[in-house]
């Protein structure tokens, strides 16, 4: 018998200070013997965005096209949902959908992707699906992190030969790093974008301040028309404008992975379901390479689609946001809903609306990194990302 490096390592005991330290997104690799490629692996220690670029969609990003500097290796990009949506999906259930015909039609023989315990509707668990009906399980964003990788030595001594894999950026980084060691014959990666992630104490604290009703909510989403949508156990939907979010008391809530994350768009997935670059109610899909168009064609039948659209300049309202979070300023909940209001009808939509969230985004967690990490900032920020913060004016 042969005796593979990672079998001699052992998993990090729970709870125990992870190789990344605070910047630790929980990704569940050191849960696991994979514990032993962590230093290579690590989104947060070892960023290598451009070299697993080239190996899983054969080039990298080129940055002097808009379209790939912004989203990514991509050879399609639509609008698309449901015509048939699942009741209960974060928006139209296109991930949920895919994953179960993948297993239906044998494709794969497990599909790993997060349900939530049976305590807490928002503390994530990880699990090998291997029925439609426990991908239905997992469907709805546990907007938390999520160990999504711990279960990958179950993929190792299950036998399992090929599987779908559903996460988010930082979870891909380091499955994407390990990929060869896992023994598998062919491995699909379903990504969402993922931004502004919690802990699930950080979770209760931005409930807590932000919506009416902390717990009776369901899911929410910061959503194309600048406002926050929280949905409700009643189904009714509660909206908060942007603006008016008390950003000096949620400053600290965001995970610091999250605030040092340049990943937004989840660069080394084959296939990518978010709605940020699609208008209101619809979900916005990047094929980065064949394997992610051999996904997307399994459901094409099943959605109204349309091509993506971009319209109105972003620039103004995110050099303005800048100097906003920074100082932490609030304003007042009229002013807020007003600027919803101006925003909503004049402000940047579809790819436009995806690049002001980008933008936003990404010079908030640059500014971060300087103060916080300085001796990170060159090898950590991908060169993507240097290029569209050199954009803006930050302040020191
Ligand atoms: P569903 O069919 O409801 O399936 C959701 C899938 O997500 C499930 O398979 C589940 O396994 C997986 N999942 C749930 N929570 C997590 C988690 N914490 N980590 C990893 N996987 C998880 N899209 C944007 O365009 N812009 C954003 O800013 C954005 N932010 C996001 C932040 C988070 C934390 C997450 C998890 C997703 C975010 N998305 C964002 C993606 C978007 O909200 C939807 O998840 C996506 O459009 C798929 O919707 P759906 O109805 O097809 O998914
Ligand atoms: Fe380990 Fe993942 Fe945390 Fe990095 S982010 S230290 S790989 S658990």
């Not at 939907?237 to 809530?253: M, S």
């Not at 660069?267 to 394997?291: C, E, H, K």
């Amino acid at each position: 018998m042969t005796v593979s490096p990672h079998s001699k390592a052992k998993a990090l005991k729970p709870g125990s200070r992870r190789p990344a330290k605070e910047l630790c997104s929980e990704c569940g690799l050191c849960d696991t013997y994979y514990v032993h490629y962590v230093k290579e692996a690590c989104a947060f220690l070892n960023q290598q965005i451009a070299e697993l670029e080239t190996v899983a969609h054969d080039r990298s990003r080129d940055l002097d096209n808009d379209l790939d500097l912004y989203f990514g290796v991509n050879q399609e990009m639509i609008a698309a949902r449901k015509k048939e949506p699942i009741e209960g999906a974060q928006w139209t259930g296109i991930v949920s959908t895919i994953a179960c015909e993948m297993l239906e039609r044998k494709m794969v023989e497990g599909v790993v992707c997060v349900q939530n315990t049976a305590e807490d509707r928002f503390q994530p668990m990880p699990i090998i699906a291997r029925t439609p009906e426990e991908v239905l399980a997992a469907k709805v964003n546990k907007p938390t992190l999520s160990p999504n990788l711990n279960v990958l030595e179950q993929i190792e001594q299950s036998g399992m030969k090929r599987l779908l894999v559903i996460g988010v950026g930082c979870q891909i980084q380091a499955l994407r790093a390990v990929e060869k060691e896992l023994g598998l014959e062919k491995l699909y990666i379903l990504g969402t974008p993922c931004v502004d992630n919690v802990s699930r104490e950080g979770l209760q604290k931005f409930l807590n301040t932000t919506s009416r009703s902390p717990e009776t909510v369901v899911h929410y989403e910061f959503m194309q028309d600048f406002r926050i949508h929280f949905k409700h156990e009643d189904g009714s939907i509660e909206k908060v404008p942007f603006f008016g979010l008390k950003t000096n008391k949620l400053k600290d809530v965001f995970a610091p992975s999250c605030m040092s994350c340049f990943d937004y768009v989840n660069s080394l997935a084959d296939l990518v379901v978010g709605y940020m670059g699609a208008p209101f109610g619809w979900q916005w899909i990047v094929v980065r390479n064949d394997t992610g168009k051999e996904m997307l064609d399994l459901v094409r039948e099943q959605l109204n689609t349309q091509p993506v659209m971009s319209q109105g300049d972003r620039s103004n309202a995110v050099q303005q946001s800048i100097p906003a979070y920074d100082k932490g300023v609030t304003l007042p909940m009229w002013a807020a809903k007003m600027m919803g209001v101006v925003i909503e009808r004049i402000g940047p939509k579809g790819l436009e609306y995806a690049r002001f969230s980008i933008d936003s985004h990404f010079t908030r967690n640059y500014l971060y990194l300087k103060r916080n990490y300085p001796q990170k900032l060159a090898s950590h920020v991908p060169e993507y990302a240097k290029k569209i913060v050199s954009q803006y004016k930050l302040p020191d």
